[in-house]
């Protein structure tokens, strides 16, 4: 399927792997220009050339923390007229909230909520004036079904949630669309971090706290990143111009509810 999209010029948060990298991948198969950006510059490099030796696309890298000002700004600079923005950022630590401070949750708040919010602040303006854009929110599965030990992630993503859902009815009209993706467990980086936490916690070895997460998970194993990343392409294309401000899970089927 031709999403329409090529020559399109998109900007990915977090894209040196995981989640980010995948989605930089499949719109760069569509023939989208993209520019990434992550904190390390070899895993970064390294995403570029695979992009741009599997799919011949234009890649801009641009290292840099996304959750700072600095960050964002250099974004910009890159990339000033975005037509697509999938933003993201690392998800918190586990825990229990009894023993997270007021700072850890104001940092928490800062990276996963205020951060988003900040850089579709910068987008939006153009994309209305072009009458076309397209804004994806990597948030999580947690959104819709919390999980006990991700209480500074429930609770910031939670938020992000919410202020888009109001945005996205604003712009609408503008042919300007915001979605949320939320993912639930992926084969990433960020899977492993949790799972040895859990690990930790329950004193038990790492095979065995990834069987215990295997046993949740009703589809028999953790989701793959590419196919994240095509879900993510497709919310960007032509044919999805009229999903608005819904927030759609990718987690194997593992949440119970029905809406």
Not at 75 to 98: K, Y
Not at 124 to 144: F, P, Q, Y
Not at 171 to 178: E, G, K, P
Request: some cysteine; proline content about 3%.
């Amino acid at each position: 399927m031709d999403l329409g999209i090529s020559g399109r010029k998109a900007i990915i948060c977090a894209a040196s792997k995981g989640l980010g990298r995948a989605c930089a991948r499949s719109l760069a198969r569509e023939g989208v220009q993209v520019t990434i950006n992550a904190r390390h510059l070899a895993s970064l490099a390294e995403t570029a050339e695979g992009i741009r030796r599997d799919f011949g696309a234009s890649v801009t890298v641009i290292v840099g923390d996304v959750t700072t000002g600095e960050g964002r700004k250099a974004l910009i600079e890159a990339c000033p007229q975005p037509d697509i923005v999938i933003t993201n950022s690392g998800g918190p630590p586990a825990g229990d909230f009894r023993n997270w401070s007021e700072q850890e949750w104001h940092l928490a708040v800062q990276n996963n909520m205020v951060t988003h919010i900040m850089l579709v602040r910068d987008v939006i303006d153009g994309m209305i004036e072009r009458h076309w854009g397209r804004i994806i929110n990597i948030t999580s599965a947690a959104v819709k079904m919390p999980y006990p030990s991700l209480g500074l992630s429930n609770g910031a993503r939670a938020g992000l949630t919410g202020f888009m859902a109001g945005l996205s009815r604003q712009v609408a009209r503008h042919n300007v669309t915001i979605n949320n993706v939320l993912p639930g467990s992926h084969a990433t980086d960020r899977a492993r971090s949790l799972i040895e936490a859990d690990a930790k916690a329950r004193k038990i070895s790492y095979e065995e706290a990834e069987a215990i997460a295997l046993k949740d998970e009703v589809s028999g194993r953790f989701g793959r990143p590419e196919d994240f990343g095509e879900i993510c392409a497709f919310l960007c294309g032509e044919q999805a111009n009229y999903i608005t401000g819904q927030n759609i899970l990718v987690d194997g089927g593992t949440y119970p509810g029905t809406m």
